[in-house]
Nanobody
Framework: QVQLVESGGGLVQAGGSLRLSCAAS????????MGWFRQAPGKEREFVAG????????DYADTVKDRSTISRDNAKNTVYLQMNSLKSEDTAVYYC???????????????WGQGTQVTVSS
C-alpha cells in the first residue's frame, strides 16, 4: 500500500518560513520523481516544485522559484519543500505526489498524499 504523508504545515506570518515534509512508503522511493502541488480555495491545483530521482534536477513554478527549495533524502524516503518569504497568496493545501516517469516527462503523477494546510497571515 502506497502512502505519502505530508507534515509541517501551519499558520505563519507573511515573510516567514516553513519546511514541509512528505514521508513515502510502499514504493521504491529512489525510483520515483517527487513533486509538490498546492490548491488554494476556489482554485485549481497547481504545480509548485518537482525533483528527480536522485535529486540532481529540480523544477519550480515561477511563483515560488526564488523563494523555495525542494530536496529529498532517499535514505529516509522523504521529500522536503522549504518555503521562505511567504506571502498570503501562498495560502493553500499542499500535496506531495510521486511518479515513475522522468522529471520533465509531463506525465501525470501516480500517487498523492492527503495534503497539509499552509496559512499565511498578512
Amino acid at each position: 500500500q502506497v502512502q505519502l504523508v505530508e507534515s509541517g504545515g501551519g499558520l505563519v506570518q507573511a515573510g516567514g518560513s516553513l519546511r514541509l515534509s512528505c514521508a513515502a512508503s510502499g514504493i521504491p522511493f529512489s525510483n520515483y520523481v517527487m513533486g509538490w502541488f498546492r490548491q488554494a480555495p476556489g482554485k485549481e491545483r497547481e504545480f509548485v516544485a518537482g525533483i528527480s530521482w536522485s535529486g540532481s534536477s529540480t523544477d519550480y513554478a515561477d511563483t515560488v522559484k526564488d523563494r523555495s527549495t525542494i530536496s529529498r533524502d532517499n535514505a529516509k524516503n522523504t521529500v522536503y519543500l522549504q518555503m521562505n518569504s511567504l506571502k498570503s497568496e501562498d495560502t493553500a493545501v499542499y500535496y506531495c505526489a510521486a511518479r515513475r516517469s522522468s522529471l520533465r516527462s509531463g506525465r501525470p503523477y501516480d500517487y498523492w498524499g492527503q495534503g497539509t494546510q499552509v496559512t499565511v497571515s498578512s
